[in-house]
């Protein structure tokens, strides 16, 4: 059926035209929401039903008109025997009766040629979600794909364009009446459909006093945006459609919100649109002045600055900023009986440590963990090799081997003891995750469960942090690494990592060998001194974003300069018992919500 075409059967015994296409595979219509208003091809639809709910049927008419920049393009308008009886305040109310019906085609007859009617169009309705939603069910009862077109109801428009001093009610009569339509309203599908195509028209004229000029404007505009959303709107304005980072900033010019997306522009849309319902951003946004755009090369370099910007500002309005100065780590102490520390910072002397840790509760968790496993100290004074000093209450209960009194050699303690943490932290934890693996059992066999789930939690927190410092300094200890992915439109996204700090990015051209860019890169990358531990030269949070961007598959390591490894008997190879475990604990946490 063509887009002129028309089949607008209105009495019983008229010829019923359908095409029949068989096999019709509708797609997500494609319609540009920067598309300008009087470009947009719009299909007006009114449905009439036997009035229930939309459960695949009850559909009795359909009509549409498909309409571009004022001009008429084609319509469709049939009735549809819907096979049941027809109510009868339904005929008083359509005039519809169920002689008229009985020679129509069924829905599952009318939906090929109203689906390729609606195809690369923007669906119009008043009261849009009753006719949608009949369409919805009636192409999912009769194998249809529904091409979730985008949507604009015209009643909702109304509400935010007209003033109920113009009008004192929404409903389609009234506004036709006060937009004095060629057409006026009757209940019956078509004449519903082209009354609507006037509607629309009067109020895509009111719009523009808005600044309601895209189609994606108009339906943002039509949903229950804020006044603050509508008046700050004008800040969205003018930014750039590439990756790259966004700050919303105040009248002081201090940032309040910082964001990356692959799109800043419309992504920084978003913000103003109904579909953003946050009181946090709400709030942000009432504050904001102006945004602001970094452009970046691609979505690593976009993810990068981001973390670095909320570290360096701490936004009051990012809920997750991350301030690198409150990672901690746990070390093992430089004396003669080593015992566990948490602390903020490394040194050089430092031999053994394992972090960095988000909190100090999830330090402690993790000492616990070697508590549990390996006969560590917990007290905190200092012990001498020449003189004694009272033992406490962990020596009298067996689990502490008293150095204090000197009941084991500095040699002895070490072996026992401290060599276990410095194993776990630098290569295998195994002796570490048997020791408890082997108590979570003892406690389990005594039906002490709630102890053995303790020690479990304590377990995900060694093996986590294990896993993830060994993961961090496979990075950290290569001096340059050069790595690219294939762009999305063509050419090489580029990355120069140094020490697991992104010191370089960007973009080569299609059809252009890499390697000259990765050469400019170099020339211009920051540099990169080593330091101690694993991540001395950034936040763990921005190797982790190096880490999951350089494991993709299509991600190909071009130069480093020395070879990339993790060892062989390390933590990693206990990931699966740490997903078991994990698992369990939040299985068990949900439980005792419930």
């Known amino acids: 059926m063509s887009d002129r075409g028309v089949t607008v059967p209105a009495v019983a015994g008229q010829e019923y035209v359908q ?84 020679p129509a085609p069924p829905i599952e007859e009318v939906l090929p040629s109203f689906l390729e009617f609606l195809s690369d169009a923007v669906l119009v309705a008043h009261n849009a979600p009753y006719d949608v939603g009949f369409l919805k069910a009636a192409c999912a009862k009769h194998g249809y794909r529904w091409p979730n077109p985008r949507v604009l109801d015209t009643a909702a428009l109304a509400r935010r364009a007209l003033l109920r001093d113009e009008v004192p009610n929404r409903k389609l009569g009234t506004l036709a009446a006060y937009f004095r339509t060629a057409t006026q309203p009757t209940h019956r599908a078509l004449d519903d459909a082209k009354a609507t195509v006037d509607v629309l028209h009067g109020l895509i004229g009111r719009l523009g006093g808005h600044r309601v000029h895209t189609i994606g404007e108009a339906i943002e505009f039509a949903r229950a945006v804020t006044p603050t959303q509508r008046r700050k709107r004008h800040l969205a304005e003018g930014l750039p459609k590439v990756p790259g980072v966004y700050i919303f900033r105040a009248a002081d010019d201090r ?214 410092m060994q993961r961090l300094a496979g990075l950290t200890g290569i001096a340059e690494l050069a790595a690219a992915r294939r762009a999305p439109h063509g050419g090489w996204e580029l990355a120069l990592v140094r020490h697991g700090r992104l010191a370089g990015a960007g973009v080569s051209p299609p059809g252009v060998h890499p390697r000259p860019t990765i050469q400019a890169i170099r020339a211009t990358a920051e540099t990169v001194l080593p330091g101690h531990g694993p991540v001395p030269r950034a936040t763990a949070e921005e190797t982790e974003r190096i880490l999951s961007w350089l494991e993709r598959p299509e991600t190909r390591l071009v130069e480093m300069s020395s070879g990339w490894s993790s060892p062989i008997a390390g933590a990693a190879r206990f990931r699966d018992l740490l997903h078991k475990a994990e698992n369990a604990s939040s299985a068990q946490l949900s439980t005792e919500r419930s």
């Not at 219509?29 to 639809?45: E, S, W």
């Not at 008429?72 to 019906?101: E, K, R």
């Not at 081997?401 to 000197?406: D, K, R, S, T, V």
């Open 19 to 102: 095409a029949a296409l068989a096999g019709l595979d509708p797609t997500v219509n494609g319609v540009d929401p920067a598309l300008p208003l009087h470009a947009t091809t719009f299909v007006v639809v009114d449905l009439e039903t036997t009035g229930g709910a939309p459960d695949g049927g009850g559909i009795t008419e359909i009509g549409a008109v498909k309409v571009r920049g004022g001009e008429q393009l084609g319509v469709l308008g049939t009735l549809v025997n819907p096979g049941v009886p027809i109510p009868p305040f339904i005929t008083v109310l359509t005039g519809i009766t169920q002689a008229m019906l009985l």
């Open 255 to 468: 940032p309040l919100y910082v964001g990356t997306s692959g799109d800043i522009a419309t992504r920084v849309r978003s913000y103003f649109t109904a579909g953003e319902k946050r009181a946090r951003i709400s709030e942000m946004l009432a504050a904001a002045e102006r945004v602001e755009a970094v452009e970046c090369a691609h979505s690593l370099e976009a993810e990068v600055r981001e973390l670095r910007l909320i570290a360096a500002h701490a936004p009051p309005y990012n809920r997750r900023s991350k301030f690198p100065e409150r990672m901690v780590w746990l070390k093992l102490t430089d004396e003669a009986y080593p015992r566990l520390s948490v602390v903020r910072s490394l040194s050089p002397t430092d031999a053994a440590y394992l972090g960095p840790f988000r909190s100090k509760q999830a330090a402690e968790l993790a000492a616990a963990g070697f508590h549990d496993a390996v006969p560590l100290r917990q007290c905190t004074q200092k012990l001498s090799r020449r003189t004694t000093a009272p033992a406490c209450a962990l020596a009298e209960l067996g689990r502490c081997p008293a150095p204090c009194e000197h009941r084991i050699s500095p040699e002895e303690y070490d072996e026992a003891a401290a060599a276990p943490f410095r194993t776990a932290t630098a290569s295998d934890p195994q002796p570490v995750v048997d020791a408890l693996l082997a108590r979570i059992d003892a406690l389990s066999a005594g039906q002490r469960y709630e102890e053995a789930a303790v020690v479990r939690t304590r377990l995900v927190a060694v093996l986590r942090a294990t896993v993830r």
